[in-house]
T-cell receptor, first 113, second 115 residues
Framework: NAGVTQTPKFQVLKTGQSMTLQCAQD?????MSWYRQDPGMGLRLIHY???????DQGEVPNGYNVSRSTTEDFPLRLLSAAPSQTSVYFC????????????FGDGTRLSIL | AQSVTQPDIHITVSEGASLELRCNYS??????LFWYVQSPGQGLQLLLK??????LVQGIKGFEAEFKRSQSSFNLRKPSVHWSDAAEYFC?????????????FGGGTRVLVKP
């Protein structure tokens, strides 16, 4: 019963490096999203997708890219890492509909030096 | 635009005492409201949700929340706190389909439980 799986759990990068955070779900959910969590700011939406081939920007999209080639996978790419992107990143998925609850992964803790 | 405010950043409560976490929202239509809990190093787990109907909703782990439209509030309560309730709690409001069904979170309230 995997749910939402995020890899890696921890990562340290140097400024300017690029990397991809992986997210996969096995619940056939149409809606997937990426959040970053910073102290005192709750979770802020980076990008989201309402289905394969469709993505849109959230509240804080700058510096991040996403794609959704399959229903199951929704990777988040950092193009050129900056210290301001040091955060904990959460992927979530749910069925379409505003009354559907989000299912969250366990997070990726990312540090940019 | 929708927003959620959790006025209390930290709350300390004794084990066995009651707990109330405040949540105020701003949304132009009927809100869809959620409470999530996050244990250290974990993702968020849904405690309860409100869409319509009875304004007092029951959730998991003995939590309940009351929707008060006149006060734009959705406060979370538990009559008797257990040490395992120490965690961070997030209130969230869901947007309309036209706005992408996006979920907006409050800043969170960290609960510490004293023995």
């Amino acid at each position: 019963n995997a749910g939402v799986t995020q890899t890696p759990k921890f990562q340290v990068l140097k400024t300017g490096q690029s990397m991809t955070l992986q997210c996969a779900q096995d619940m056939n959910h149409e809606y997937m999203s990426w959040y970053r969590q910073d102290p005192g700011m709750g979770l802020r939406l980076i990008h989201y997708s309402v289905g394969a081939g469709i993505t849109d920007q959230g509240e804080v999209p700058n510096g991040y890219n996403v794609s959704r080639s399959t229903t199951e996978d929704f990777p988040l790419r950092l193009l050129s890492a900056a210290p301001s992107q040091t955060s904990v990143y959460f992927c979530a998925s749910r069925k379409t509909g505003r009354n559907q609850p989000q299912h969250f992964g366990d997070g990726t803790r990312l540090s940019i030096l | 635009a929708q927003s959620v405010t959790q006025p209390d950043i930290h709350i300390t409560v004794s084990e066995g005492a009651s707990l109330e976490l405040r949540c105020n929202y701003s949304y132009g239509a009927t809100p869809y409201l959620f409470w999530y809990v996050q244990s250290p190093g974990q993702g968020l787990q849904l405690l309860l949700k409100y869409f319509s109907g009875d304004t007092l909703v029951q959730g998991i782990k003995g939590f309940e929340a009351e929707f008060k439209r006149s006060q734009s509030s959705f406060n979370l309560r538990k009559p008797s706190v257990h040490w395992s309730d120490a965690a961070e709690y997030f209130c969230a409001v869901g947007a309309s389909k036209a706005a992408g069904n996006k979920l907006t979170f409050g800043g969170g309230t960290r609960v510490l439980v004293k023995p």
